[in-house]
């Protein structure tokens, strides 16, 4: 599509993506369905014939990190995983745990080395304000690829209160700028590969299809140029994932770094072919109104009798991907850098679009509970549309797993087995993006929420 900048006039519209993914699989019951065939990997142990790679998995801990580092060493990659364990530490501030009990990373190591026999390294550092190790780390490691998760993650935290406004930027854009860094200063030609959000786009400011990083624009006189889309973030946590972007922007033209930026939906689910293999390498599971991701908390929701909290109308359409598919990315990304000198890739990482009160009607019928339209605690427009392009990844392998209700059993199975470790108290929203919305959910009270245990 082509913008004539300064007028904001559509002028080329591409044809209409649909964003149902016809061609995607179906869901299905079991994990089982969706796991790589063993058969796959190739005899020198790495998947589909690809050259074995050292990899550097910042934030390799949480939510998206260790199950893309286990999915990693799993098809064969030697994996390093670093974290501060900041988001242990942030449980502890917001009083709640994961739904599931995670063990400490060096449970979690040594019980996928009995599992699969392989080997994941675990280093304890900030990336944000630990530069002279994390240099230190890329010289002795010398990586082939570095996967960036090492950030604050969650948008309502982001805007919870000035501190937590100013730790997400000061932790996000220093560490995103300090790996950029340490690459150029340990010398070695590492493959950054970030996590993103669709969120930089903003929601419904394309006037069409978003496309996969850039787009094509008329400037003033006619002069046609392709540039990076320009962003719109709607929290502080988002704002930080724009200034990722233009500093990975800079460095690659100021010193030729090569750095793949992947822009990421919703992430739903909770357990991948990794992690059930033995309960010690079970991934967290986020239900509270600050960390939890919108679908996980319906399903949560759901399996325990609560009416699930929409916020506003429920007419906020957004992107999703199964967290099995986040890990399948990442490797997609990393198989196939950018090379020396070329700008920066960007890929769009969701699998499909839908409407949130459309989410929550899934839920809702399989699950016999309530909608309840609470007052949004978001800054967002009640209604949006949104096109999404995710061309790239789909041409190189990817076969999204989309929605289905009997693939929601699995985070099902997952909450029923550890309910009794949910406080009640942190379903409903406790961060606002301003005094006004403040106000508007005054109402709610957390003490309200009963669960079926």
């Known amino acids: 599509m082509k913008f004539v900048l300064l007028i904001a006039t559509l002028t080329t519209p591409v044809a209409a993506f649909t964003t149902g993914f016809s061609?995607?699989?179906?869901?299905?019951?079991?994990?089982?369905?969706?796991?790589?065939?063993?058969?796959?990997?190739?005899?020198?142990?790495?998947?589909?014939?690809?050259?074995?790679?050292?990899?550097?998995?910042l934030g390799g801990d949480g939510f998206c990190g260790w199950p893309t580092s286990l999915y990693l060493s799993d098809q064969g990659h030697d994996v390093v995983v670093v974290d501060n364990l900041s988001r242990r530490n942030i449980d502890t501030e917001l009083g709640c745990d994961s739904l599931t009990p995670i063990q400490p990373p060096?449970?979690?190591?040594?019980?996928?080395?009995?599992?699969?026999?392989?080997?994941m390294k675990f280093v304890n550092l900030d990336v944000a304000k630990?530069?002279?190790?994390?240099?230190?780390?890329?010289?002795?490691?010398?990586?082939?690829?570095i996967v960036h998760f090492a950030e604050?993650?969650?948008?309502?935290?982001?805007?919870?209160?000035?501190?937590?406004k100013r730790y997400t930027v000061d932790n996000n854009v220093s560490g995103s700028n300090n790996l950029c860094c340490a690459v150029i200063d340990s010398d070695i030609d590492a493959h950054i590969v970030h996590l993103g959000t669709m969120g930089v786009y903003g929601y419904g400011t394309s006037g069409g299809e978003i496309p996969e990083g850039y787009i094509d624009v008329i400037l003033p006189g006619g002069r046609e140029a392709n540039i990076l889309h320009p962003a719109y973030p709607g929290s502080v946590y988002h704002a930080t994932k724009c200034l990722d972007a233009l500093l990975f922007q800079f460095y690659q033209k100021n010193d030729q770094i090569r750095v793949t930026d992947l822009h990421q939906g919703i992430v739903w689910g909770t357990n991948t072919p990794q992690t059930i293999?033995?309960?010690?390498?079970?991934?967290?599971?986020?239900?509270?109104?600050?960390?939890?991701?919108?679908?996980?908390r319906f399903l949560m929701q759901g399996a325990m009798g609560v009416p699930l909290t929409v916020y506003g109308t429920g007419g906020q359409?957004?992107?999703?991907?199964?967290?099995?598919?986040?890990?399948?990315?990442?490797?997609?990304?990393?198989?196939?850098?950018?090379?020396?000198?070329?700008?920066?890739?960007?890929?769009?990482?969701?699998?499909?679009?839908?409407?949130?009160?459309?989410?929550?009607?899934?839920?809702?019928?399989?699950?016999?509970?309530?909608?309840?339209?609470?007052?949004?605690?978001?800054?967002?427009a009640a209604e949006n549309e949104l096109d999404v392009s995710n061309r790239k990844f789909c041409s190189l392998?990817?076969?999204?797993?989309?929605?289905?209700?009997?693939?929601?059993?699995?985070?099902?199975?997952?909450?029923?087995?550890?309910?009794?470790?949910?406080?009640?108290?942190k379903i409903l929203p406790a961060s606002f993006w301003n005094k006004k919305r403040a106000e508007e959910c005054a109402t709610l009270d957390p003490s309200s929420v009963k669960v079926n245990v």
């Not at 060096?106 to 080997?119: C, N, Y």
């Not at 010690?280 to 960390?291: A, T, V």
Request: hydrophobic share 35%; aromatic share 6%; charged share 30%.
């Open 317 to 380: 359409t957004r992107g999703f991907i199964h967290i099995t598919d986040t890990a399948r990315c990442i490797e997609i990304a990393i198989n196939n850098p950018p090379a020396a000198g070329e700008r920066v890739e960007i890929f769009n990482q969701i699998a499909e679009t839908r409407r949130v009160r459309d989410v929550a009607k899934l839920v809702a019928d399989q699950t016999n509970v309530e909608v309840n339209l609470l007052p949004n605690p978001r800054q967002e």
């Open 152 to 164: 604050q993650r969650a948008a309502p935290y982001s805007m919870k209160t000035s501190k937590t």
């Open 277 to 296: 293999k033995d309960e010690r390498l079970i991934n967290r599971f986020d239900y509270d109104g600050d960390y939890g991701t919108v679908l996980n």
């Open 397 to 425: 392998g990817l076969d999204p797993i989309t929605l289905d209700a009997a693939l929601f059993d699995e985070v099902t199975e997952v909450v029923n087995k550890y309910k009794h470790r949910c406080d009640p108290t």
């Open 130 to 145: 630990e530069y002279d190790l994390l240099v230190q780390l890329i010289k002795e490691e010398k990586p082939d690829s």
């Open 23 to 57: 061609s995607s699989r179906t869901a299905q019951l079991s994990l089982k369905k969706f796991q790589l065939n063993a058969e796959s990997v190739a005899s020198d142990g790495v998947a589909n014939g690809t050259d074995k790679k050292k990899i550097i998995v």
């Open 106 to 119: 060096d449970v979690r190591v040594q019980a996928w080395k009995e599992v699969s026999g392989k080997d």
